[in-house]
């Protein structure tokens, strides 16, 4: 019997884009940007969400709706993964460059 422990992805990303300063908070705490994705594509909405962004988040799953994750760096810093409500495409951004 093998153990699957990867979880299987809610939904697709389409296109991945990174804003500049998401790039360089990635670069700057030496993470990558597919470490914050996929655990957005999985549902882990990350660090600091109020609960009613969760909520949505789980609405967003039923009903197509925009999805957000917020994550923080080895650096501290807040990192946004928003993917939008028809899947065409999923951005890492900084919070001041929404």
């Known amino acids: 019997m093998t153990n699957n422990t990867q979880a299987r992805s ?7 884009f990174m ?3 998401a790039e360089n908070a990635l670069e700057s705490a030496d993470q ?6 996929a655990r957005h ?12 962004d969760i ?3 789980e609405e967003a799953l039923q009903h197509d ?9 080895k650096q501290d810093e807040v990192i ?4 939008e409500y028809d899947r065409s495409c999923t951005t890492l951004l900084l919070p001041a460059e929404y």
């Open 55 to 57: 909520q949505a988040n």
């Open 10 to 16: 809610l939904f697709a990303l389409g296109q991945i």
């Open 80 to 83: 946004w993964v928003i993917t």
């Open 41 to 52: 594509r999985v549902g882990d909405w990350g660090e600091g969400l109020p609960p009613e």
């Open 65 to 73: 709706l925009r999805l957000l994750s917020r994550y923080i760096t």
């Open 19 to 21: 804003t500049p300063g």
């Open 32 to 37: 990558s940007p597919f470490e914050f994705l």
